[in-house]
């Protein structure tokens, strides 16, 4: 029987995928990943989905890129199969994606829960990039990303060493948004994503966006988006909502129109 990589449900306008490799702690072989950008790509289309929750299993949120297809592979095969692409694909991803982390976030694995916008980690969780001692280095962003979200100094030390953090100290470092006992992972990340899920999703659509371009722009190019995005709410009904009901004094009904 075929292997089923991701198990998807989707519940209370939450897109929820389970990464499900468990034999080799989630390895994020290149079918999974072209798998994984289907169905979120899939999830952003879909007007009943607001917010996509990633999550892996309580020992891996995922222990990398599989090693054994890598071993096998060479330049050319990366070339020819675009090794990166279905990486480009979750990057572009609008909604926005809370991964909740478990146990290993080890390379490729570290480098997916970046690519979400929101980490709720466990107490149990580790990130860390272990290429070094493969004689690689990260290869789906980890070296940027990282460096990004926790400075050079610490980035630098995890990746030379290949030493992987605790939760505690992702948390401390900026990586993670939260740390909850093991056993309230998904709850909690579910409640943060129930709480994104009753915004308005156009607003957060752009807001997701701008924040993203403050790591890729200088300041007066994400002034401009962020400008822009402000003035283009104005035309969405949801801002008149959002308004009109704080002027009466009753909740807002945001209906992403
Ligand atoms: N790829 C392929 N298989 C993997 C794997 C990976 N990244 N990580 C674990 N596995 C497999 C193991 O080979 C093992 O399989 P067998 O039972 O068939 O031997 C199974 O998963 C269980 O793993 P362990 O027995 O090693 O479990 P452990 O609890 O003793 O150790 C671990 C856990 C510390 C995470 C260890 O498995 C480990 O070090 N894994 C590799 C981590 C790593 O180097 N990740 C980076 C990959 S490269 C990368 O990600 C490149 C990139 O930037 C895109």
């Not at 070296?143 to 100290?169: C, D, F, H, S, Y």
Request: glycine share 8%; hydrophobic share 45%.
């Amino acid at each position: 029987m075929e292997e089923q990589y991701l198990i998807v449900e989707k519940q209370d306008r939450i897109g929820k995928i389970r990464l499900n490799r468990p034999r080799v702690l989630n390895a994020l072989n290149s079918a999974l990943i072209g798998e994984l950008a289907d169905v979120m790509e899939e999830m952003d289309r879909d007007d009943q989905i607001r917010v996509i929750l990633l999550m892996g299993s309580e020992k891996a949120f995922a222990a990398g890129a599989d090693i054994q297809e890598l071993a096998e592979s060479s330049p050319v095969d990366f070339v020819m199969k675009q090794f990166f692409a279905d990486w480009e694909r979750i990057r572009k991803i609008q909604k926005p994606i809370i991964a909740a982390v478990s146990g290993y976030a080890l390379g490729g694995g570290c480098e997916l829960a970046m690519c979400a916008d929101l980490i709720v980690a466990s107490e149990t969780a580790r990130f860390g990039q272990p290429e070094i001692n493969l004689g690689v280095i990260p290869g789906a962003g980890g070296t940027q990303r990282l460096t990004r979200a926790v400075g050079k100094a610490r980035a630098m030390e995890m990746i030379l060493t290949g030493k992987p953090i605790t939760a505690r100290e992702a948390l401390e470092a900026g990586l993670v948004n939260r740390v909850v006992p093991a056993d309230q992972l998904e709850e909690e990340a579910l409640a943060l994503a129930k709480e994104i899920a009753g915004k308005p999703p156009i607003a957060v659509r752009l807001a997701k966006q701008s924040v993203l371009k403050a790591m890729d722009l200088p300041l007066e190019h994400g002034l401009h988006f962020e400008q822009n995005s402000f003035y283009l709410l104005f035309s969405s009904q949801d801002q008149q909502e959002g308004m009109q009901a704080f002027i009466e004094k009753r909740k807002p009904n945001f209906q992403g129109k």
